[in-house]
């Protein structure tokens, strides 16, 4: 297959470009072999606008047969601690909306998007035919929230759990979910938890950990044909 990879870093995939063969740089883009396959690494830069713009460029431009979003994540849920790595299969926009005083009111209930509208299903973008990639099955299925700025507050926590119930949470991942719904190319969002979500607690993240870990799944990912 033809498969490309996006990552928000280089350092986040830094494991992976090692192992490419006859790797090519070209900007934003190292094309190689990985396994069987032709891939092509886009760097988007953080967060979901750089992600949503780079990616659907690229859609636009070239065809691949899939898509894997590979990158870090905070969780929420103590079942998926530091250094685990997930699929996440289901993502949405949480800050999407309104404040009224205390009260968050959502994009759907300003009555300013359908919920069911493509590419989303009750407000969020699910992927319930992800990338045929052969031990991704093997990885937990999460649920995820996409934000600009992540949670480090109790408070904020605390409320976007209730209002979300979200599994882990990145800056990129719902972005690139809806530019290959847009595209029409199977994909799938792999990332590895790097910290707990909670006030800002930066020793105990495990980040090299979880790069290594995602290099380890994505290398099993990929080298299989």
Known sequence: ????????TRPE?????????LPVERGRIISGMLGAHNVDI????????????WCSRILAEEHYDAALNLGICGSFNPAHPPPTVVHVTRDMFPEVGAEDGDHFLPVTELGLLDPNAFPF?????????????PTLSEL???????????????SSIAAVVSRCAPDVE???????????RVAGIPFAQVRAVSNRVERRNRPAWDLVGAVRQLARVSRRLLEQP
């Open 13 to 21: 995939v830094a494991p992976l470009l090692s192992t490419l063969v």
């Open 140 to 154: 937990p299925a999460v649920s995820g929230i996409t934000v600009n700025t992540a949670h480090g507050n109790d």
């Open 1 to 8: 297959m033809r498969v490309l990879l996006v990552a928000a």
């Open 42 to 53: 886009l760097l988007t830069g953080v967060g979901m606008v750089a992600t949503s713009v």
């Open 121 to 133: 299903t009750n407000g969020r973008i699910e992927n319930s035919e992800p990338a045929l990639f």
């Open 170 to 180: 990145s800056m990129e991942g719902a972005a690139f979910m809806y530019a290959c």
